[in-house]
């Protein structure tokens, strides 16, 4: 046995920290003397080299080591080596995608790109067309992603991430589906296949309420109940529909379905970290940390359990070692940009959320941090500008109809068309929290306590929160009418004893006598109004309200 089969034994045998050793013995060698080692034997030897750097994390080096492979590769095949080998070549389409594995795990996006693009197209299989499809999906390069997630479906019709990927941009489901399904023999059971496709054309689509609907109807289906995938699919539609309640219950059905789930599992810890959920969100934690540290999901989720206990810190640096293993996980990214306002680090916040809407436009969540960090700048007209492209973006619904009103409630002089697209939000959604917070932040502004009591006793008629009562507690106050203002605010703190501006109404209705209160609630008032523009950062009820609702605060 020759050193060179020696080298093969050891790499097929995975003991790549020995190939390195030897192939690196061998091939100084070789260099000193080329008859030592024939050109085919000296490519291999160096593709096996690579390999081995690769898999021992030096993929630079390994990079280097493909290439020059490529190089000899390149004098071969014009002939001008004639001496024979009896070991078996890695092809050079091969060696050129692992040169490419190297250049993204660099970080190096756009060298990988070119090393793929220069293999000729007739040469690139099903995994080269999808690496190149990925990669010019994440840069923005539509039309060549399409071609090349098309390419892949003609060689593999079932390889559904690339059917996904055609439906993100904009390819219409039935082409999708005929791409995919054609490849099936007549007579197959495609029922079940068509609705998979048909619920992702839908999320793609932005038609959320027919995506949960589809997903539904295959979670109710014998065979595929309790199905992982399909609950994960439904358990985002859920999410991006901004029901994040039945999100969180489908999503804990996935992970208790298969507790070594990873797939949107950093949407359920941000669901958890947003209501609050500190127990469950330290158990996800923990539980995904023991699956792998190397991926970034149990980073994000350690990272917005931190933030939940007031670590903000410690959540940036969680979320940071999320994008070191994934510069494009949008959960990090998220959660770096909310810790970072966590700390007053505006500024700094507002990249990783234009990062965010690069890669997903349609995320709600991203939108919403971006106009709350311009807000927090005192920048209205980018905030403005902001809710306006969310707007355009997502479509009418509550939740955008919300935050166009709440960036108009900035200006004193927008109170009246921030309630209108507030009443808008609330016809389409009348049970939508967030618009009826912002709506009596402003009529607080407005002194509409009649207005503000009728909108806050019809709430409390459907639904009961802590903040509704303390509201209502606020506006009865207002009124004079002090025994059921001090009902309300009991009613509080009994739902949430740490709500402070329920204590404080409760201890200054005790303190004050009758005469008194009507020159405290004056003054409160004038304060109000006496504020930078009508609404100061730091006392601005409107954005405290929606910081609030969002889960910034």
């Not at 092809?91 to 000729?120: F, T």
């Not at 605010?489 to 004893?497: G, K, P, V």
Request: hydrophobic fraction near 40%; aromatic fraction near 8%; include cysteine.
């Amino acid at each position: 046995m020759e050193f060179c089969d020696h080298v093969k034994l050891l790499h097929s045998s995975e003991l790549y920290d020995d190939v390195k050793i030897l192939a690196s013995l061998l091939l100084c060698m070789s260099d000193h003397n080329s008859d030592l080692v024939s050109l085919p034997a000296k490519y291999q030897l160096l593709v096996y080299y690579g390999d081995a750097l690769y898999h021992t994390q030096e993929y630079k080096k390994a990079e280097v080591n493909y290439n020059r492979a490529i190089h000899i590769k390149k004098a071969i095949n014009k002939g001008k080596s004639k001496t024979a080998t009896n070991m078996e070549l890695v092809s050079d389409v091969e060696v050129r995608y692992r040169i490419h594995l190297c250049h993204c795990r660099l970080k190096q996006y756009r060298e990988a790109i070119a090393v793929l693009e220069g293999i000729n197209s007739k040469q690139r299989n099903a995994k080269v067309n999808m690496a190149l499809a990925k990669q010019y999906h994440k840069m923005g390069m539509d039309r060549a992603a399409i071609t090349a997630y098309k390419e892949v479906t003609r060689e593999c019709p079932l390889a559904l991430e690339a059917a996904f990927g055609l439906l993100l941009l904009g390819v219409k489901g039935a082409e999708v589906a005929a791409l995919v399904l054609h490849g099936l023999p007549p007579g197959s059971n495609t029922d079940w296949l068509s609705s998979v496709i048909r619920g992702h054309a839908f999320t793609a689509g932005k038609d959320y309420t027919s995506a949960i609907a589809t997903f539904k109807r295959l979670d109710s289906k014998p065979l595929l109940q309790d199905s992982s995938e399909v609950l994960c699919n439904l358990g985002e539609a859920y999410f991006l529909n901004g029901d994040y309640g039945q999100a969180e219950n489908t999503l804990q059905r996935a992970h208790m379905q298969d507790p070594l789930l990873l797939k949107n599992m950093a949407t359920l810890a941000f669901i958890y970290a947003r209501e609050r959920k500190t127990k469950p969100l330290e158990s996800l934690a923990t539980e995904l940390m023991s699956v792998t540290d190397l991926a970034a999901q149990p980073w994000v989720a350690m990272g917005y359990y931190c933030r939940a206990t007031r670590k903000a810190n410690k959540a940036v640096y969680f979320a940071q070692k999320a994008c070191s293993l994934n510069d494009r996980c949008i959960e990090a990214l998220l959660l770096k940009g909310q810790a970072l306002i966590d700390l007053k680090k505006f500024y700094d916040a507002l990249p990783h959320y234009r990062e965010v809407l690069r890669l997903t436009p349609h995320l709600y969540e991203a939108h919403k941090g971006l106009v709350f960090c311009y807000l927090a700048t005192h920048r209205t007209r980018e905030a403005v500008q902001a809710a306006s492209a969310a707007y355009k973006q997502l479509g009418t619904s509550a939740r955008t109809l919300t935050m166009y009103g709440c960036v108009l409630g900035k200006e004193p002089l927008s109170l009246e068309r921030a309630k209108t697209f507030l009443e808008k939000a609330l016809k389409l959604d009348p049970m939508y929290l967030d618009a009826v917070y912002i709506m009596i932040e402003i009529l607080t502004q407005q002194q509409q306590w009649d207005k503000g009591v009728e909108i806050l006793r019809n709430q409390l008629h459907h639904q009961s929160t802590c903040r509704l009562h303390q509201m209502l507690g606020d506006f009865l106050s207002h009124r004079g009418e002090k025994q059921e203002a001090m009902d309300q605010y009991s009613i509080a703190l009994s739902l949430d004893s740490t709500n402070a501006r329920a204590r404080e109404g409760l201890k200054r209705i005790e303190k004050n006598s009758d005469g008194g209160l009507e020159s405290t609630y004056e003054l409160e008032v004038e304060d109000v109004e006496g504020s930078e523009n009508g609404m100061d950062l730091d006392n601005s009820d409107v954005e405290s309200a929606w910081s609030d609702i969002s889960g910034y605060s």
